[in-house]
């Protein structure tokens, strides 16, 4: 038995309003004249928030377009964009969600790294540590804040680059920064994280150091999306450090169905992530039945509706794409069934699985 050995976020700091020690935190990682780069979720494009980003210098904000998952091709171009504009950078600095935190990840790597995001999209290909990266989530759910992966759509495939050099150095944990978010956003990024503790605490991959996290930031979701009424400061607080226990939960396990399902939507239609995993949760009582079920009691009680009948009219060729690309997975089916998972998802079953959807 070989033994995880993961690298970890370096540091990390917690609070309303901690936000506003940015400038002092980064500071020390500046480098002479070369700028930090901030780059932001669009969406904060005319909001407040920019006016808050410690700038000095020759520091520039890109806002981070994160109409579509992020793909390779973006990335690259992020990249020599500031190779071109400032030759080196002092550090990358990524405000938003999910796609801004692993946009922000990806660029800081192929800022050092030879060649395109793509070449690196697997297990431990980066070469070198990118330049100083800094993430602050905007959503709380994907644990990407976390993780040492960067989530990408590549020329022929939806993989992380997942290694060492991946995780954050720092991270800055300000629920404040989440209030604005929408209702249904905030609810499928926030079941993202419920689905990561349940496919977690489900899998056969399960161990001590994941059952702790993976209980804790059930235990929060479920305060924040059954028992709650309003949503308030606290629910914020909560589902900020729910998205960090889940991630620490799957770092050393894996998530299971639900995801393995919803990568196959998200490579053939553009699924988003959190909806995508909704969908088919919705669907996967015979894996999680005690998780499907509550899962459909936060549904009702949080009044959203959860689309149905997107794979309607597909080819087969295009049910194949799907199918393909969810077996390719082959860590989550595992840690879902067991080693023997091929005997129990055959291509017929996921067919029919699909088809529900
Ligand atoms: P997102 O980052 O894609 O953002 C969703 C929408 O919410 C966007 O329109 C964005 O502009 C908006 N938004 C962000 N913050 C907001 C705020 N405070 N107020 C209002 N609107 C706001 O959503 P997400 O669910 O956080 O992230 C999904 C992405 O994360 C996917 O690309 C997925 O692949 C990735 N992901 C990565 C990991 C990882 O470990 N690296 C894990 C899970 C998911
Ligand atoms: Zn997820």
């Not at 997942?162 to 150095?169: K, L, R």
Request: glycine share 10%; hydrophobic share 35%.
């Amino acid at each position: 038995m070989k033994f995880r050995n993961f690298k970890m976020v370096d540091y990390v700091v917690y609070g309303r309003g901690s936000f506003n020690q940015l400038d002092e935190i980064i500071a020390p990682h500046r480098k002479g004249d070369a700028p930090m780069i901030f780059l932001v979720d669009h969406y904060f494009e005319d909001k407040p928030l920019l006016s808050r980003i410690p700038v000095r210098g020759r520091d520039k904000v890109f806002a981070a377009d994160v109409t579509y998952e992020p793909k390779t091709t973006y990335v690259d171009a992020l990249a020599n964009m500031l190779k071109e504009q400032f030759g080196t950078v002092s550090g990358i600095i990524g405000i938003g969600g999910g796609s801004t935190m692993d946009l922000a990840k990806a660029v800081s790597l192929m800022m050092t790294n030879p060649g395109s995001s793509a070449d690196y999209q697997g297990w431990d290909l980066v070469k070198n540590p990118g330049v100083y990266k800094v993430g602050i989530p905007t959503l709380s759910g994907t644990g990407a804040e976390v993780s040492r992966t960067t989530v990408l759509t590549g020329p022929t495939r939806k993989l992380g680059m997942n290694s060492d050099f991946t995780p954050f150095d720092q991270i800055v944990l300000d629920p404040e920064l989440t209030a604005g978010a929408p209702h249904n956003q905030r609810f499928y990024t926030g079941m993202d994280c419920y689905i990561h503790c349940i496919e977690s605490l489900e899998g056969t991959y399960l161990n001590e150091f994941s059952k702790s996290y993976g209980e804790k930031a059930l235990e929060l979701c479920q305060y924040v999306f059954l028992e709650k009424q309003v949503w308030d400061e606290e629910c914020d607080d909560k589902l900020m450090m729910a998205s960090y226990a889940g991630g620490m939960s799957i770092a050393y396990s894996q998530v299971g169905v639900a995801h393995a399902v919803s990568y196959g939507l998200s490579y053939l239609l553009g699924t988003k992530h959190g909806i995508g995993n909704c969908i088919v949760m919705n669907h996967l009582e015979e894996y999680y039945p005690k998780g499907v079920e509550e899962f459909k009691e936060m549904v009702v009680r949080n009044n959203i509706d959860i689309p149905t009948g997107i794979c309607a009219g597909l080819t087969d060729e295009q049910f194949d794409t799907m199918i393909d690309v969810s077996l390719g997975m082959k860590p989550l089916w595992e840690n879902a069934l067991g080693k023997d998972w091929e005997q129990i998802m055959t291509r017929e079953k996921l067919r029919a699985l699909y088809e529900k959807l």
